[in-house]
């Protein structure tokens, strides 16, 4: 019978490993790789890819489990012919020269379908389904601030006075520049949403507490630091902060702690921190109730509002050269939590305060503007 060419190959294939062995030494798995490359030249390519995935880590009939959002898919496909394309999902995908293919998934809670699709040259083609199960984690109080809350600051520093007669400071415009950094570098306070006045005028404080009125919700966060003269008026039983353009023989650019107050009634933020530095500042607290100690969870502290401040001393006088703010970013800067109450900040330095000046701080609640006893939160970033 006579042999057709592709008998003769099958022969010469199979006489193949005597031939070799009078002349080099193969193993059987060099000898079926010889013979199938051969048989590749000569038979038409009907095998798909080979596809491998690196990451995730699927077995065949599996679900794989996660609780991240997203998902790095990394794997690779090989084919003698090439690649021609590789497909994630029907969105095709680069392979490099290493058969690598890679691409991020965003998937939705529940379970996701991931279809893998590879062609070789040939058009031969390879699918790869398999299942990734997202269970999102529980939402952290720090999630579901960020997700609704903004942090919103006004920091005032007032170094010069125009009045000769009022003695110019040293810090207090160091210190509100040294809480802007700290506040925006550590927290999750936005430059964006900070006000920093240096040397502030009456109407300029006026101004930017408008613009709190304006943009705060009940869902955002507000701090409110003064550093700077202050003064008290013991026969009406009114305090003062004193702007740059205070003058000691008139009030009418002095800014009253009542007229704070009332602004503070028309910033309808979820909570209110006052920080103030400054000569007779304990004076906002004569319209407070004592502030009881409390040892609650954070989220009860942060779901219920609340308008707090936290003062350098009482109706007395205070350095120029404040231990209370000092000793107040120095905790903040020191915090390695990721959540810091109000009451907690204070309480963390106010021995420190007692021991190194002749101030007193003072904390406590502000009456009638609307606390119903929570605690503003310092959320540290992620």
């Known amino acids: 019978m006579k042999k057709t060419g592709y008998f003769r190959k099958v022969i010469f294939l199979m006489a193949l490993p005597m031939i070799w062995g009078h002349h080099a030494t193969f193993s059987q798995q060099e000898v079926e790789s010889k013979t199938a490359r051969i ?6 390519d009907t095998q798909p890819p080979s596809m491998k995935l690196i990451t995730p880590e699927v077995n065949r009939g599996t679900t794989y489990q996660t609780d991240a959002k997203e998902i790095d898919l990394i794997g690779e496909v090989k084919d003698e012919s090439g690649i021609k394309f590789v497909t994630v999902n029907s969105d095709v995908r680069n392979v490099n020269e290493a058969g690598i293919f890679s691409t991020r998934l965003t998937l939705d809670p529940g379970e996701n379908k991931i279809r893998l699709v590879a062609s070789d040259n040939e058009d031969n083609l390879l699918e790869h389904v398999f299942t990734v199960a997202y269970t999102p984690p529980e939402p952290t109080l720090a999630d579901k601030i960020t997700e609704k809350a903004k942090y919103y600051g006004l920091i005032i520093g007032i170094d010069k006075y125009e009045d000769k007669n009022l003695p110019d400071l040293d810090n207090p415009i160091d210190d509100a520049e040294k809480l802007y950094n700290t506040l925006t570098s550590k927290y ?3 430059e964006e949403n900070i006000t920093l006045l240096k040397n502030a005028k009456r109407n300029e404080i006026v101004y930017a507490l408008d613009d709190l009125s304006s943009r705060v919700t009940t869902d955002d966060n507000v701090l409110i630091f003064y550093a700077g003269h202050g003064n008290w008026d013991e026969q009406s039983n009114v305090g003062y902060w004193l702007p740059s353009d205070a003058y000691l023989t ?3 650019n002095w800014f009253r702690n009542s007229t704070l107050v009332d602004y503070l ?14 000569c007779f500042a304990g004076a906002i607290f004569q319209t407070r109730s004592a502030f009881p100690n409390r040892d609650r969870a954070y989220e009860v502290l942060y779901e219920l509002p609340s308008r707090k401040a936290m003062t350098s001393g009482t109706l007395t006088e205070v350095p120029d050269r404040s231990s209370f703010t000092r000793y107040l970013i120095d905790r903040l800067n020191e915090n390695e939590e990721t959540y810091l ?3 907690q900040l ?8 007692i021991n190194n000046s002749d101030a007193i701080p003072q904390y406590g609640e502000i009456r009638n503007v609307g606390d119903e006893g929570g605690d503003f939160i310092f959320l540290s970033k992620q």
């Open 39 to 44: 048989l590749i030249n000569n038979l038409p």
């Open 188 to 190: 999750t306070f936005l």
């Open 250 to 252: 008139t009030t009418a």
């Open 265 to 278: 009634k028309t910033i309808h933020s979820k909570h209110t921190l006052l920080i103030t530095d400054a």
């Open 341 to 343: 109450s109000s009451e």
């Open 346 to 353: 204070f309480s963390s330095f106010r021995i420190a305060v």
